[in-house]
């Protein structure tokens, strides 16, 4: 008997111990949530892992790669938007063409109007503090061969996040193309140097007192599309075109039966008409 009324005076604090966990889980989940939350888990791929699906893709077209996407079952996802466009294009050997594997990174606008300035010391100070603690460029530590960085930009601001120096910079570390959703300044310089660029419009100011960076290698939307690192990028005057990872090796496989059927029926023609073979049928 008493066992049993022992059992009957614990069941009640059991009951009100689990309650109480349960109450304090719920409360650290809010909290958990109020201080910020990414339900999208950024996967990680090693250098050989990017290299060998950028092997699968050697050569594709944005239009082959699209017909894969088709076959993959991703009809119309994946196509940017057709306000991102090349900065430039090279009709002879279509160096401005490029596959790579997604680097992410999120500018939003700043809110922070810029302080008054007395004298140039100041205001370049300023800049240069700015650039280094609030619009500075972590991504690029990530950048190796293949990369192909995504910026996800401020809207509607007129800031050259991508200018003639970073750029280039970029591609040092191995960056083969740049897209962003938004602008690029020194855009002359950026044609003649022969950086793959893809972009919506041109821009003039510098990033202090117009954006911050708000993370890096995180899902961003680029061209109306999710970008997520990882992901492969094809970029040519059609547009760009982004490859789920989980799907790239469906999608290159299809897109190469697509590629060699178009050259293989345009070289037929190029021959009727008596046309020497270009670029696009090497």
């Not at 061969?145 to 120096?165: F, K, M, R, Y």
């Not at 959703?181 to 972009?199: F, I, M, N, W």
Request: with cysteine; charged share 25%.
């Amino acid at each position: 008997m008493r066992t049993k009324r022992s059992t009957l005076l614990t069941l009640p604090l059991l009951a009100l111990l689990v309650g109480t966990s349960l109450l304090l889980t719920a409360a650290s989940t809010v909290e958990s949530l109020r201080q910020g939350k990414n339900f999208i888990p950024t996967k990680i791929y090693t250098l050989a892992e990017d290299q060998e699906i950028l092997r699968a893709f050697e050569g594709l077209r944005v239009a082959d790669v699209s017909d894969g996407m088709d076959r993959a079952g991703l009809g119309n996802i994946g196509h940017m938007s057709a306000d991102i466009h090349p900065l430039w294009r090279d009709f002879e050997h279509y160096s401005h063409r490029f596959i790579g594997i997604a680097v992410t990174v999120r500018y939003v606008p700043t809110n922070v109007p810029a302080p008054t300035f007395k004298t140039t010391k100041e205001f370049d100070k300023w800049v240069d503090k700015t650039y280094s603690d609030v619009t500075p460029e972590p991504f690029a530590d990530l950048l190796r061969p293949g990369s192909a960085l995504v910026i996800d930009e401020a809207p509607g601001v007129d800031v050259g996040t991508i200018g003639s120096n970073n750029i280039m910079g970029w591609k040092l570390k191995g960056c083969v193309g740049v897209v962003t959703g938004g602008s690029s300044r020194d855009t002359d310089e950026v044609a003649a140097q022969k950086c793959p660029l893809y972009l919506r419009q041109t821009g003039k100011g510098i990033r202090p007192g117009r954006n911050i960076v708000e993370s890096v290698n995180r899902p961003i939307v680029c061209g109306d599309v999710l970008v997520e690192p990882g992901d492969v990028i094809v970029a040519d005057g059609d547009g760009v075109v982004v490859v789920p990872r989980a799907k790239a090796e469906l999608v290159a496989e299809y897109a190469h039966e697509t590629m060699a059927k178009d050259k293989a029926g345009r070289r037929n023609l190029y021959k009727r008409l008596g046309m020497e073979l270009d670029d696009s049928l090497k």
